[in-house]
């Protein structure tokens, strides 16, 4: 990738003319080159190779924007001069790896970065290590479960089972705080147990079964702020919570009409609250505050500002900004297995309880591709997926497919992990939580 535009020793081997012209055995004068330049302008030549490369990522995958960028780069020396221009970088980089800041110096590096990092992906190029942390004295003495796992760029959050939360700092792998849910007259022993977390790099939002909701800055530490008081008598129990900046969204179950809670991120003011999807799993979502069984159900946000949730006989998509209209919903008669599901950008991933992956898109439910995940039988498999790239953890193996084509199994992953409780990834980072509550992070990011 960086040799597209790195070099100039090229310039006037691909015609040299400025908009592609060739003479008819002279070399190009100063005034043609001139009147190239005018019929091929700068603005446009660079609209063209963008255009070019996001053709590209979606035609074949993301990986291959880079070698179109190539070819356009080679024209001549006017559209290798495009390759200088920043704006062109940041407009890819938000296109194609859905990257909305720097993390480098510059976009261009940004993007360079972004194609190494899906490369390394693409093979398997990881470093893997464990994360410790500090046990602190609300700790379970018959064993700490992880419950729920969120990455940003810098963090990694761990929700756990008697409600706390634990910060880490991915660059140096160190253990940062800890965050406690705020104590108060509970229903069941596992009322706190978190089922949900946001998090960015400036802050985390958990919430906890009873229906509590925390925010906190990551750059201050603990103590966490209440923000939400759950209501279990009337919303039921809080079985899933995700979200982003702009909306926070959880799944209940317990009591019917009730399935769905939104939020307005920014203002943290409840909009919404209906839908019926858990309503038969209502039994199962009070069982939880005594014992945390099998998944309940799910919910994902998309890049489109929508959700995906699932129980295990429907999946569901509907729409956050006016959350009464449903773009889409399926009836399985095999069954899911909840905790496959995932989303991301315009995708969501789901599994059946025969092993069949299907890869769909949010706004209309069809189908991408499609691939078998072995073990799925045990109707305990946990999944996730980034931008490119599907993960399913099985009998305590990592499995990779990419998503953007056939549905291709690409490899496994070389730690066996035994019972996996969480299952996380992003362009950069998989991180999943065993029964044992040992922290596994691979990190995929180009050196």
Do not use: K
Request: a negative charge; aromatic letters at 10%; proline letters at 2%.
């Amino acid at each position: 990738m960086s040799s597209s535009s790195s070099s100039s020793s090229q310039d006037t081997e691909a015609g040299g003319d400025g908009g592609g012209g060739r003479g008819g055995g002279e070399g190009p004068s100063s005034s043609r080159r001139r009147f190239g330049n005018r019929v091929w302008p700068e603005p446009f030549i660079e609209a063209l190779a963008s255009q070019v490369a996001i053709d590209a990522s979606r035609s074949i995958d993301r990986l291959a924007a880079a070698r179109a960028l190539f070819n356009v780069f080679q024209v001549c020396s006017t559209w290798l001069a495009v390759s200088r221009s920043d704006l062109l970088w940041q407009n890819l980089t938000s296109s194609i790896w859905n990257r909305h800041h720097l993390l480098h110096d510059t976009w261009c590096d940004e993007y360079i970065y972004r194609h190494r990092t899906a490369h390394n992906f693409r093979v398997g190029q990881y470093i893997y290590s464990t994360l410790h942390f500090i046990p602190s004295e609300d700790d379970d003495n018959d064993g700490l479960s992880c419950r729920r796992l969120a990455l940003s760029d810098n963090f990694l959050a761990a929700g756990f089972s008697n409600g706390s939360v634990r910060l880490f700092h991915l660059p140096t792998r160190l253990h940062l705080s800890t965050f406690q849910s705020h104590q108060r007259d509970r229903i069941g022993r596992f009322s706190p147990a978190i089922s949900g977390i946001i998090l960015s790099d400036t802050q985390l939002v958990f919430a906890s079964l009873d229906g509590d909701i925390h925010v906190a800055a990551t750059d201050v530490g603990p103590p966490a702020r209440r923000t939400h008081l759950g209501n279990q008598v009337n919303d039921g129990v809080l079985v899933d919570f995700t979200g982003c900046a702009r909306w926070w969204v959880g799944l209940y179950a317990g009591v019917p009409g009730r399935a769905f809670h939104v939020w307005d991120g920014a203002t943290e003011e409840l909009l919404f609250v209906g839908g019926t999807l858990t309503d038969q799993e209502a039994v199962m979502g009070w069982h939880l505050l005594t014992e945390l069984t099998v998944l309940i159900g799910r919910i994902r946000i998309t890049g489109q500002e929508s959700a995906v949730a699932c129980t295990s006989p429907r999946v569901i998509v509907f729409d956050l900004a006016n959350q009464g209209i449903v773009f889409g919903e399926e009836e399985f008669q095999t069954g899911l297995i909840v905790g496959s599901v995932d989303a991301n950008n315009d995708a969501f991933i789901v599994v059946d309880s025969r092993g069949v992956a299907s890869v769909r898109r949010a706004g209309t439910l069809e189908e991408v591709c499609r691939f078998t995940v072995r073990g799925a039988s045990q109707r305990s498999v946990l999944g996730c997926m980034n931008g490119g790239y599907a993960l399913m953890c099985a009998g305590g193996v990592i499995n990779v497919w990419e998503v953007e084509q056939q549905g291709q199994h690409l490899y496994r992953f070389n730690e066996r992990i035994g019972e996996a409780n969480a299952l996380i990834a992003d362009d950069r980072y998989v991180a999943a939580c065993s029964s044992d509550a040992t922290i596994h992070l691979w990190d995929f990011g180009a050196q």
